[in-house]
């Protein structure tokens, strides 16, 4: 500093002075006095003046524009600024230094102006001395008295400009001194305090502590050390808040005044923490001189809730009733605090004394005002639950309804659950609002602590921090109303809450709550629920129930089960549940042995679904009669038993009469029934049936596919096996079409060799062998050897009738080591009888009597009757060809019987056409001639041309044997005619027959005669 120079305070000038005042800022000090310029003198050739010329100039933008007219004596000069001409001359610097010598000196707030325009002429030079960045000017502002003597940042903070503070200690900040940072984090530790925002006071009295030692000065316990305190509790953080207390209240006066004993607010704070033991201790301490002290009632009163509520925390519920009940006795001269009796109530019914439970709680009903509108809802949600207990546990279980009722929908209607945290931030949130009245001097603050954590305790009553709540868990409670629900047999109701208590146990779930639910889910139809709650109970349960309940479950759970269509799981409970039936319960007995009837079916038991179904049946006035007897015959005929199978479904229409119409249970009967009599080879009836069938699925949408291609199939069969060949013809075309439209190449297949049979019979081998080889082929689109086999055995049999027998037989041997690979018995006898047919035309009647054997061998241990009656036939045939015509008959007599049964009128036609030609070469004439009309007239009704032809044939050769020549040839004529239109093999021996016949002149004459004389 010059020696012309003197630093000055500013408020203690006069205007004359003020207007001398600078700043320096080298010095950070406001001076006043001459100064020496400290610029280097410009070169002597040009004078200040001139420099002050030139700065003008350049001021004014006019520089260059003098430079083009006016020669400078010299360019190379720098430009100047103001500041090298006037070094202490700075305009806002002199501008800031006014008028914050205004502000202090000469500005006078009007008299009735509000406090803060009594200080704003501060706040306006502090603001100025910030321009000026003069920090320890604007410091010692902060720092200045007032007319009270509280210093303008203490005044500011108390008045509630809080805001204002903080602004002022964060912009001196680390501009001064260490000392001043002190007293800023300090001053803004108050400042959050007092605007609650107690995290930003806690870190800035956190710094303010870093900064300096501890001391244990009461101003400063008081005024740092309580209320941090403080702000760590209600932030949560109450092992700080012990801590700090702990420092700081053993440090205090025992006289002090403006705080409250360190064992009341320490007993407060862990009893705040959850921590019980070192709560009731400090407690303890306190009550001896709260009781003496009618002045401290309040805290007397803070100090048993307390202390109640630690020794409940503790487990000694016994002592904290003791507690509160005292508490209650201090407040019989005024009306008791709902509160009280609430926890009271609550401490009782976690002794399981319900008595006093519902005497406290009913009461705290009574007396307490709540508004539905309000969040203060859920905190009576223990009250409800431990009243509803009581109620419960006491047998009251309307009350107990009513009571747990309002419980649950509360619980379910709540937008959140009690928490500790919540209730303590609306506890501070609520004491704070206090504080704002509050804004005096530090020990209005100290009292104002005191105040607030009296205010934090009280609120603490609602909290269910202390867990106040003995009631059991929701998922009991909700056990309890369902439970209660149950025994009224209200189920509908009962099953909800009893469902959530089971979700909310899972496994620790009792097995007669699950037992319970079942029984709900039962009586209201959701069998779903009584299948996964009964499991449930299987699964958990640890030893069996008794007897009844077992019984109940059983039937349970499988009418659950046969409800939801799991056959397979219905039978077992419910064939248990017949085993020890109660005879309480005589309108079950019949319907659960439908049901396991019905469900044995679906599971392909059939045994025992018959064994049920009959014993259902067995009353005549069995209301599912007609359901009973279409599964019963539904499982005969899945077991092939078609003659229980006829008996049954023959019931079933006879019941249903005129009901029957074109419902798919009839469709499902008449189809059955002519399966089963097709089965039993009963054909007329088969056909019976299954007409009727076709009948009435053209009336119905809805067809089984499987089933009409299969009764296509079986029906054409059956007119193939009665010679109605037409009509077989028509069935197996459309079976065809229906299998081609499905893309059945199988189906195809077995049309296709039906059709060549029938073909082959009625004489088109060209048809027949067509179809035949187109099966053949079919076969090559895929590994069907059964079908190729068949093909091929069929081909060899049309090679045969048509007269190719070295072909027909290379044939059928191929087809034979197929079908012998295969294992097919029946296939194999056929192709044994075709194989006997061609070595017999080659004229090797052993050979083709051996093979005729062994397919008659195979036919009896199958019992197949009809192939019995084929191999039978043949045996006759080739007999009377070797000329023994007794063995013939015999073989062909035996024959006869078996086809006039099973309805196979072509083979009746060849048995009897045979029949006639042995009984004619026997002479038995008569006898010969009846079975020859008979073969002629069957062979013509089912238009058999190739049997029409050769029962003409064998008349021809009767007529001859009894000299009936013309009649003979007559005869012969019609099987020639016949064979020709069929190109039949056999013609060649029937023109030689014919050539026979006609007789030399001489013979003709004598016929002539004979018979003129005859006549």
Known sequence: MDELETRVDLASLSVKEALRVRYDHSEQSLIVGERAAKIPPPPAAVSPWVRLVRYMQTLLGIQQELAQTIEVADPAMPLVSLKDVLPDFDPDDVSHIRWAFYYLKLHEPVQNDSPWEQVQGYLEAFEHFYQLQAWLQASELLLKPLDNGVLLHDWLIETGYAPEAILLYQTLLERVNASMDGICWRGLGRAHYWLRDYPAAIAAWQQYLDQRQRTDTTPVLATVYLPLGYAQYVTGDLTGAIATWSYCLPHLPEADIEAVPAAFYLGLAYQAQDQPEPACEHLNQTLPLLREDIALAPQLHQALTAMGEAQQQQGDLAAAIAAWEELLTLQEASEPKPTLLKKLGLAHAALEQYPETIRYLATYGETSVIDATTAELEPELPVLAALGTAYYQTHALNDAIATLQIWADQQESSEFRVQSSKLEDEGYVRENKALETQKNTESEVSKSIHSELTNHSENQDNSERLTLNPAPRDSELYHMLGDAYYQQENYALAQPYLTR???????????????????????????????????????????????????????????????????????????????????????????????????????????????????????????EAEQALFYLGLAYATQNDAHNTIQIFEQYLTLLGSAAGAQETFQQALFHLGKSYFDLEDYPHALEYFQKYFTLIQETAGVSRGQFTQALNQAGQAYQLCGEYQSAIAHFEELQKLAQHQDNLDLVDVALLHLGEIYLVIGRYGDAQQVFTQALENTQMGNKVATKAKAMGRLGATECAKGNYQKGRSICQKAMRLIRALEDRTEEGLILNTLGTIYCRLGDSDRALSLYQQAWNIARSMDHQRAIAIALGNLG??????????????????????????????????????????????????????CLDHALQMAQAIQAKPLEAEAHYQVAHLQFAQDLLLEAMDTCEQAIAIAIEGDFPALEDYRAFYGELRPPLWRVVVNTVKRWLGR
């Open 501 to 623: 208590y089971w979700q909310a146990t899972g496994i620790d779930t009792t097995p007669q709550t699950l037992i319970q639910l079942g029984h709900c889910a039962h009586m209201l139809h959701d069998w779903p629920q009584v299948i996964k709650y009964l499991e449930a109970y299987q699964q958990q349960a640890e030893s069996p129930p008794d007897d009844l309940t077992q019984v109940s479950i059983n039937y349970q759970l499988g009418s659950a089960y046969y409800a939801t269509e799991q056959y397979a799981q219905a039978i077992a409970p419910l064939q248990a549940y017949l085993n020890h039936y109660p005879e309480a319960f005589p309108e079950t007995l019949a319907a659960t042995q439908f049901a396991v009837g019905k469900a044995a079916y679906f599971s392909a038991d059939y045994t025992i679904a018959i064994a049920y179904l009959q014993q259902y049946l067995e009353p005549e006035d069995a209301p």
């Open 877 to 930: 045939i080739t007999y009377g060809q070797l000329g023994n015509y007794t063995q013939a008959i015999k073989h062909l007599q035996q024959s006869l019987p078996i086809a006039q049964a099973l309805g196979d009128r072509y083979e009746m036609g060849r048995i009897l056409c045979y029949l006639g030609k042995n009984y004619g070469l026997l002479a038995e004439y008569p006898d010969a001639q009846d």
